[in-house]
């Protein structure tokens, strides 16, 4: 189940090259969309790296997947959320320590555009790339049993976002820049070695955060976000009657 792409993305010596980190857009077709209308009128982003989650507590599973594979600068790996719809959709077996969502995601792969299906289920989990000299690994979380489906499991449990604890979590890790995402607030610890960067779940916020990565003699890091109409994307949850909305609004966007 485990893939690794590995990559050798150079410049001429001097040049900087640049690009964005998104992660966790749980089926937020506004919020994805104001992020890459932004990255787009950059015009010097070269390309982008979606770091799992695309689907899955928002409700808008189709739209999400056409904007990123419609795509050719967009880079994906898979996400707990990603894989447990999938195991449904295929009839495998689902992770019990997603039994609070079952339902939603039920919902969620029954409205799955059949096409997305074979391309959801050919991404990694884990990229290696080397940038300009520098080695760079993105994947959603840390797995602690890289191989195992998604029903044992596989990543490992969120942990607080200190730097103590990233060393800890990715000591077995041999990069230069980590990126990562899966647990929703801002990790930034940009003057370590490695750095560790996680820009915040792109879809679950009062704004659509992302990062912008430079790349040359030196790595630069600039966390941005996108603003977009969340009331509008919220009321949608009512309207299309999603499952387990109440625990779902509640949890990942505060919403009493």
Not at 32 to 51: G, K, N, Q, S
Not at 87 to 93: D, N, R, S, Y
Request: proline share 6%.
């Amino acid at each position: 189940m485990l893939k690794y792409v590995s990559e050798l993305i150079d410049k001429k010596e001097g040049e900087v090259l640049r690009f964005a980190v998104i992660t966790d857009i749980h089926g937020n077709a506004p919020a994805l969309r104001a992020v890459l209308h932004e990255i787009d009128r950059m015009r010097d982003i070269e390309h982008i790296y979606c770091l799992g989650d695309m689907i899955a507590i928002g409700p808008d599973t189709n739209e999400v997947l056409d904007m990123l594979f419609a795509r050719h600068d967009v880079t994906m790996v898979t996400g707990n959320h990603d894989e447990a719809v999938l195991a449904l959709v295929k009839g495998e077996m689902y992770p019990q320590s997603h039994a609070q969502t079952r339902e939603h995601h039920q919902w969620i792969a029954e409205r799955l555009n059949p096409m997305f299906i074979s391309k959801l289920a050919a991404l990694p989990r884990t990229m290696q790339q080397e940038i300009q000299g520098h080695r760079f690994l993105f994947l959603h979380y840390q797995l602690a049993k890289p191989d195992a489906p998604i029903s044992d499991d596989p990543f490992s449990p969120i942990v607080e976002p200190t730097l103590a604890n990233m060393r800890q979590l990715f000591a077995n890790c041999e990069a230069d820049c980590i990126c990562f995402g899966h647990h929703h607030p801002v990790h930034d610890f940009r003057s370590t070695s490695p750095m560790y960067i996680n820009p915040g779940a792109l879809g679950c916020g009062g704004v659509a955060p992302y990062a912008i990565v430079t790349v040359g003699a030196t790595i630069e890091v600039e966390l941005c976000a996108a603003i977009y109409e969340k009331k509008y994307f919220l009321a949608s949850y009512e309207r299309l009657e999603v499952p387990d909305r109440a625990f779902i609004l509640r949890v990942f966007h505060q919403v009493n």
